[in-house]
């Protein structure tokens, strides 16, 4: 689950706008905000996912 959302975060900074445009230092900071979240986001919904899942299939 970290690999992946390492590398939801990789994939928005390498495809993100950051290459069509020149935009400087406040752009960079930008886009690399922009991947954390990406990051942080795919991690959290692999581990609600994971959580659900062991919450249906767990058996009192």
Do not use: D, E
Request: proline share 2%; with cysteine; glycine share 8%.
């Amino acid at each position: 689950m970290i690999l992946i959302s390492l590398l939801a975060a990789a994939m928005v900074w390498r495809w993100g706008p950051h290459r069509r445009v020149n935009g400087g230092w406040q752009r960079r900071g930008k886009q690399i905000f922009q991947s954390l979240l990406a990051g942080i986001v795919v991690y959290f919904c692999f581990m609600s996912v994971a959580a659900l899942y062991l919450m249906l299939t767990h058996q009192a």
